[in-house]
Nanobody, 125 residues
């Protein structure tokens, strides 16, 4: 299995920036891709961005395209989410997820196998 630990959340004003980190441990050689999801109070968990572990190919939700950047450092088994131009609607608990399947599927939470504990991001307007 793979264990994930997020860090970097906090309180920021609208228009500001934060960088989230997610450190992976365990069977990291089996990771096909990693992603960030978020969940606001009373809402379903939603996909934010993903990156393939070997090729570094990225994909973003329309709501964050142009503002968020996902990246990875394979040597450190860490994935990052740089969030710029933050808006109040970005307020949520952000979760890191890993897909261990050799076949890359969709962007539903059920398509991912391992999850971190989440880190709170609060954007004040």
């Amino acid at each position: 299995q793979v264990q994930l630990v997020e860090s970097g959340g906090g309180l920021v004003q609208a228009g500001g920036s934060l960088r989230l980190s997610c450190a992976a441990s365990g069977r990291t050689f089996s990771i096909a891709r990693m992603a960030w999801f978020r969940q606001a109070p009373g809402k379903e968990r939603e996909f934010v961005s993903q990156i393939t572990w070997r090729g570094g190919n990225t994909y973003y939700a329309d709501s964050v395209k142009g503002r968020f950047t996902i990246s990875r450092d394979n040597a450190k088994n860490t994935v990052y989410l740089q969030m710029n131009s933050l808006k109040s609607e970005d307020t949520a608990v952000y979760y890191c997820a890993a897909d261990l399947s050799p076949y890359i599927l969709g962007q539903k939470p059920s398509d991912f196998d391992s999850w971190g504990q989440g880190t709170q991001v609060t954007v004040s307007s």
